[in-house]
């Protein structure tokens, strides 16, 4: 016996790319509060005067500091992860991997009177080397990022809600 459901087939699926979409954009978030990168972790502390810079990112730290001052705030709101490959075809090495860990941040310095949106990024190779970056970031980058799923989310349930049938009372 087949399962006969109210709502259009369109409105089921939708929802479920949509739950797909939204899983896919926040579990990682959730996963970097839950286990932090400690090198990320360690370059907000060096920020924050509460500890030592990691090795590689004194230099940044040190040039963060005296262009805005030491952070007094953060609070962390996105992330993403990312692995690349390099393939050099003129040579015959090994492929080279990097990956990257980035934090974005609502972050508050001394020397700036209002929030900032910042990323924080550690970029790492096959040998164990690291590079630390940190950038401010267009508020429209973030709100579009998770603005998209949500708004596809909510128009999904808003598909999916039980409808009165026309000759019903009520």
Known sequence: MALKSSRPVYAIVLFALSTFFM??????????????????????????????????????????????????????????????????LKESRAPQHTHMSQAIYIAWFQRRPKPTLVSIAVYENDQGQKAYGISEVAALNVVRGYGVPVALFGASLFLMRKRKSPGATG
Do not use: H, M, W
């Not at 970097?32 to 360690?42: A, G």
């Open 23 to 88: 899983a896919a954009t926040f579990l990682p978030f959730v996963y970097s509060i839950l286990f932090p990168d400690e090198n990320i972790e360690r370059f907000v502390a060096a920020l924050e005067d509460r500890g030592e810079a990691p090795p590689d990112a004194g230099n940044v730290v040190d040039r963060t500091k005296a262009a805005v001052g030491s952070l007094t705030r953060a609070i962390q709101i996105g992330c993403s992860f990312e692995t690349r490959t390099a393939i050099d």
